[in-house]
């Protein structure tokens, strides 16, 4: 079964340090993996996916296929990444993760 | 075209009665997506359409519930005898094929609560 683990609910970090969201999953093949964000009163977007290898907004996500993960990391974080984050996998339908709350303080 | 609408956004039942809802997607996107979220859980997947055909329903898809895509444009979700729980977000999402890849657009959402 498609399964994605998010285990943080929140994350709070100050202006400035590091972040990392961590994100676990279970597929039988090769995943496609995505990030999406939703930031307050704004509705879902994707931020990232895997197989492009880009960085969007100062983010990046490298796939573990050895230790089936795809954390989602930024060094440094600005109050305008505090936001709902979620993992996702799929190729048609989406399975989501919980979702981890990044809330950044100056 | 200002990307995914769905309407209403918020809607209040009583237990028992049908609500629909509808979703307009981006207009030259052939696939359309029915998620629900509840609190504190991520989108759920519920049936997509790829045109007017319906490919796929996930098992959280009740007999009460039903979807169509008509003319292959909006589509409409329909949940008959509502319970409490089927209070949840209900969104929508489209898109269009891009190379392999298939980039989903949400829609804002319709808030649905039974009471």
Known sequence: A?????PEKLLSVFKGAPVELKCNYSYSGSPELFWYVQYS?????????????????????????????????????????????????????????TGTRLLVSP | DTGVSQD???KITKRGQNVT????????????????QTLGQGP???????????????????????????KGSFSTLEIQRTEQG???????????????FYEQYFGPGTRLTVT
């Open chain 2, 86 to 100: 089927d209070s949840a977000m209900y969104l929508c999402a489209s898109s269009s094929r891009q190379g392999k």
């Open chain 1, 2 to 6: 498609q399964r994605v683990t998010q």
């Open chain 1, 41 to 97: 009163r704004q509705r879902l977007q994707l931020l990232l996916r895997h197989i492009s290898r880009e960085s969007i907004k100062g983010f990046t996500a490298d796939l573990n296929k050895g230790e089936t993960s795809f954390h989602l990391k930024k060094p440094f974080a600005q109050e305008e990444d505090s936001a709902m984050y979620y993992c996702a996998l799929g190729f048609q339908k989406l399975v989501f993760g």
């Open chain 2, 44 to 70: 759920e997947f519920l049936t997509y359409f790829q045109n007017e055909a319906q490919l796929e329903k996930s098992r959280l898809l009740s007999d009460r519930f039903s979807a169509e895509r008509p």
């Open chain 2, 21 to 36: 809802f509808r979703c307009d997607p981006i207009s030259e996107h052939n696939r359309l997506y029915w998620y629900r």
């Open chain 2, 8 to 10: 209403p956004r918020h």
